[in-house]
């Protein structure tokens, strides 16, 4: 029987040892994510981690505690050094996308508080919800603690640290490969930063192989978008200061010509959260959002997705940085259950 948590992996100390904790932990999980990689992408486990073994430089160059954790992570749950590269690079190995999800942040005038809200509904495929966990990381060295919803075996993906910043994600289509960092990999180091600035450097020092969004919120109000491609990035303006919409395709001046519609329901679904969050303006909540992540009003373009093209929200997540609260949803949106977790 299906749980109605994720599994909590919680690890502490040097880079390593919190690489060996979650691999000890979740190694069976861990083993099962790379089952799934291989199902998913239809190609060998040789071969993808053959491709994945070329990132490891770039992973060093973006830091070096974090290639030991990857160490740690693969002595932990006895798999080979190149398998647990692999789980940092999923879809960039085999040059896949398969994601959708909608994302927001609020601010200010939107809320009932004037605090910052911010989250996603996260829309993939139902497996993935078997090897789902959520991750508590606590350094040793000085790096903020953070909580991030990930896979077993995959050290960054969306979450909230210590200082209040917290990034969500959304897909981005259009964009030929090309060599380059992981997504992966840059949404944990964005979670050792205490501000926008410093977000924003690393990802122009480190360009990626494959397009994205990044939706961020900070504890003292802040909020921002910066839409990724290998060329650069650009930051998105929504019409209201207060609120950012984001879904799966571009918005930005710079990438919009890039933009071919090739997901559907991305642009209605967008406008549908917009109307819902303009219609409860200056009352916003927790509790709001996760009646708004669960909407099928907007059938054919929901926000809770059931198999729109073979996706489905599996999970849901909101940040309340000035409060230190992030709350996760297992489950669609409109059946899953919610839990409140300290960062």
Avoid at 120 to 141: F, M
Wanted: hydrophobic content about 40%; some cysteine; aromatic content about 8%.
């Amino acid at each position: 029987m299906i749980g109605q948590t994720f599994p909590l992996i919680e690890v502490s100390g040097s880079a390593y040892n919190m690489g060996y904790q979650h691999g000890r932990q979740a190694a069976g999980l861990v083993h099962k994510y790379l089952l799934w990689i291989e199902k998913l992408t239809g190609k060998s486990r040789e071969e993808l981690c053959q491709k994945a073994r070329a990132f490891r430089p770039l992973i060093e160059k973006l830091s070096p505690p974090l290639l030991e954790e990857i160490q740690g992570l693969a002595d932990g749950a006895g798999i080979s050094f190149d398998e647990a590269l692999l789980c940092q690079a999923r879809g960039e190995a085999a040059r896949v996308s398969s994601e959708g999800c909608t994302a927001f942040a609020l601010t200010g005038s939107a809320t009932a508080d004037g605090a910052p809200l911010a989250g996603q509904n996260q829309d993939l495929a139902p497996e993935y919800a078997d090897v789902a966990i959520l991750l508590r990381v606590c350094p040793s060295d000085g790096r903020p603690r953070a909580l991030l919803f990930t896979f077993a075996g995959q050290l960054g993906y969306s979450g909230m640290n210590e200082y209040g910043l917290a990034h969500f994600a959304n897909a981005l289509y259009d964009s030929p490969w090309q060599m380059g960092l992981p997504h992966y990999p840059l949404k944990r180091i964005a979670l050792e930063q205490n501000n926008l600035a410093s977000c924003i450097r690393i990802l122009k020092q480190h360009p990626t192989c494959s397009a994205g969004n990044m939706v961020f919120c900070f504890g003292d109000g802040q909020i921002a978008d910066l839409e990724i491609r290998p060329e650069g990035i650009a930051r998105f303006t929504d019409t209201h200061p207060d609120a950012i919409i984001h879904a799966n395709h571009y918005l930005t001046p710079e990438f919009a010509p890039c933009e071919t519609h090739s997901l559907a329901d991305s642009c209605p679904r967008r406008d549908r959260m917009r109307d819902l969050v303009h219609t409860h303006w200056g009352n916003i909540t927790a509790d709001t959002m996760k009646t708004i992540l669960a909407d099928h009003e907007g059938d054919p373009a929901a926000i809770c997705r059931h198999g729109a093209a073979d996706m489905y929200s599996i999970s849901g997540y909101i940040a309340e940085p000035a409060k230190g609260q992030l709350h996760v949803r297992r489950g669609l949106g409109c059946t899953g259950t919610w839990t409140t977790y300290r960062v």
